[in-house]
């Protein structure tokens, strides 16, 4: 059974720094990139990302279907990557998934983690900390990654929290 930690924090908060810190010490790293390239200036932040990451790191872009990412990564790798379960979820609802569906696919990416004999790092928003979104979408968004969020950190062996680029070992 494979080790997960996930990396939570706020925006710009220093979470996938860390998380590839994190991996960096594996030789061979798969990283799944739930971002999708919808406008320029989120082509550029990817674009930033993808220079960050090691050049023989193998990078596998699901949008919406981790699970059969995982099922391809398999144990072929030393440690896996998701960055970021708050994009995934977005996408997901985004393509008018419902919350039940969405925490079904969580569950099944979290019992695939598990089974997979390698290092698993998760990286996520924490969602919680900010004030009640005024829109309904906004507010579903927050309530379901929340409750990703839940899941994950129950299930994993670990879980930080990155404030100012300082983690702080929660779990």
């Known amino acids: 059974m494979g080790k997960i930690t996930l990396v939570l924090g706020g925006a710009r908060s220093g979470k996938s720094t860390y998380a590839l810190g994190l991996a960096k010490k594996y030789k061979r790293v798969a990283f799944i990139a739930t971002a999708q390239a919808l406008d320029k200036e989120m082509r550029q932040r990817i674009k930033k990302h993808r220079v960050l990451r090691p050049p023989h790191w193998v990078t596998f ?8 990412a995982l099922e391809n990564i398999g144990n072929d790798f030393d440690c896996v990557i998701i960055d970021c379960l708050t ?16 925490m079904r696919e969580a569950l099944k990416m979290l019992a695939q983690l598990e089974k997979m004999k390698i290092r698993s790092i998760l990286v996520s928003n924490e969602v919680g900390l900010g004030l009640v979104p005024v829109h309904e979408l906004g507010r579903k968004f927050r309530d379901v990654a929340g409750r990703v969020n839940q899941l994950a950190a129950r299930e994993a062996d670990e879980v930080f929290f990155t404030v100012s680029g300082i983690p702080v070992k929660v779990k």
């Open 61 to 68: 872009e699901r949008d919406e279907d981790i699970i059969p």
């Open 87 to 102: 994009l995934w979820v977005s996408n997901l609802l985004l393509t008018k998934n419902k919350e039940e569906k969405i």
